[in-house]
């Protein structure tokens, strides 16, 4: 399925905010409702990062709607011939006839119950990626750069004020709970956003598994709903798969197919002993 086809300018859409309104010291960005019967997407390479492929979709996206007008996008800010840091989006708001810096992520989180400060447990996949290192980076480095002096130059060749722009952030997340543990509470993190669970490659060898077809989707589709025109494969070809990606140290996400034809999304990690009896 080629990138720029217009489910993942659906999924992105159908992506709920990691939070709403104002929480963490950051405004969340509110996305217009957009009627994409008429949309036709724009080109953009198969093979970047899949953040750099929410970027695409943002854009065009915002360029469909038609209260935004993007003024600037992915602005490098350097100091001496050095790059300190880059401003994600800066757009019109035709409706307020403001300017926002918005600051755009999609992230995939899992909650590790075992950490104990709440804020904490959202991590990646492969926990390199934290929730609240990010959250940090955006308040105190990426939403700053617009008031450096590096900053308020690079806009200034814009014809854009820095002194008026309005930050906020565009953070969409999917969540994966525990398997063992999927009745968990996260406000102020939106409940809306949990859409599967995380397991050890243990539990994988429970009956409830061994009767379901499989599908290890590429990084790029992790942002859509599992899908029933898929290749699946049988139980024993998924954990050859599955354990080729664990001895490399990475999480790969996998849709479950079950024999009833319900659809789940998961990610099997590496880092895990976890243990429990099938739901």
């Known amino acids: 399925m080629s990138a720029t086809s217009i489910v993942y300018f659906k999924a992105f859409l159908n992506t709920p905010p990691l939070w709403k ?154 969540l994966f709970v525990p398997y063992t543990h999927s009745n968990i509470s996260l406000h102020p993190i939106n409940q809306d956003c949990i859409c599967g669970y995380w397991l050890s490659s243990k539990l994988l060898k429970e009956p409830y598994f061994k009767a379901t077809s499989f599908y290890i989707p590429k990084r790029q589709e992790w942002v859509l709903l599992p899908e029933i025109n898929r290749k699946w494969i049988s139980y024993n070809e998924a954990i050859l798969e599955i354990n080729a990606y664990l001895l490399q140290k990475k999480s790969p996400m996998v849709w479950l197919l079950k024999p009833d034809g319900t659809m789940e999304k998961c990610f099997v990690v590496w880092w895990s002993n976890q243990e429990t009896s099938t739901p």
């Open 21 to 174: 309104d104002q929480q963490f010291g950051l405004q969340q960005f509110d996305f217009p409702d957009l009627d994409l019967k008429n949309f036709v997407p724009k080109y953009y390479p198969d093979n970047i990062r899949l953040g750099h492929q929410m970027e695409h979709v943002f854009h065009q996206l915002l360029g469909h709607s038609k209260r935004y007008t993007v003024l600037v996008r992915n602005l490098p800010i350097r100091k001496n011939k050095r790059d300190i840091g880059e401003i994600d989006f800066v757009v019109l708001d035709k409706l307020l006839q403001i300017q926002l810096h918005i600051e755009l992520s999609y992230k995939f989180y899992l909650i590790d119950l075992s950490i104990s400060n709440p804020l904490h447990q959202l991590i990646g996949p492969n926990r390199g990626d934290v929730f609240f290192a990010k959250l940090e980076k955006v308040k105190n480095k990426q939403f700053p750069l617009s008031q450096t002096d590096a900053g308020i130059k690079a806009l200034k060749t814009h014809h854009i004020n820095s002194n008026t722009l309005n930050n906020q952030a565009c953070f969409k997340a999917q």
